[in-house]
Nanobody
Framework: VQLQASGGGLVQAGGSLRLSCVAS????????MGWFRQAPGKERDFVAA????????YYTDSVKGRFAISRDNAKNTVYLQMNNVEPEDTAVYYC???????????????????WGQGTQVTVSS
């Protein structure tokens, strides 16, 4: 599975941005999808995840109420809508995929087998 993330850029604090990640998977609905981020000098941390059907979503506490993950299985695409962004959201954002039947944690980066190349998000204050 190849993942291609896009949509990053420079945005002012309080603004919005939407990230997209297109997967090459033949059956996209076979995969749980996640977004992670990595700030300079820090580890790659969980941001959000979505079940194969889109029926369940998960977020890290710091983005709850501001970010929304969604997916369109017909388009092989997962999205991360980022609203009311803060300077602390500045990072490289990565999309990731894990097999639907794998049973891995939605929150643990080690449970994901496939990663996109990352897209830079910079929030200015």
């Amino acid at each position: 599975v190849q993942l291609q993330a896009s949509g990053g850029g420079l945005v002012q604090a309080g603004g919005s941005l939407r990230l997209s990640c297109v997967a090459s998977a033949r059956t996209f609905s076979n995969y749980v999808m996640g977004w992670f981020r990595q700030a300079p000098g820090k580890e790659r941390d969980f941001v959000a995840a979505i079940s194969w059907s889109g029926g369940s979503t998960y977020y890290t506490d710091s983005v709850k109420g501001r970010f929304a993950i969604s997916r369109d299985n017909a388009k092989n695409t997962v999205y991360l809508q980022m609203n009311n962004v803060e300077p602390e959201d500045t990072a490289v954002y990565y999309c990731a995929a894990q097999g639907r039947y794998q049973g891995g944690s939605y929150y643990n980066r080690d449970a994901y087998d496939y990663w996109g190349q990352g897209t830079q998000v910079t929030v200015s204050s």
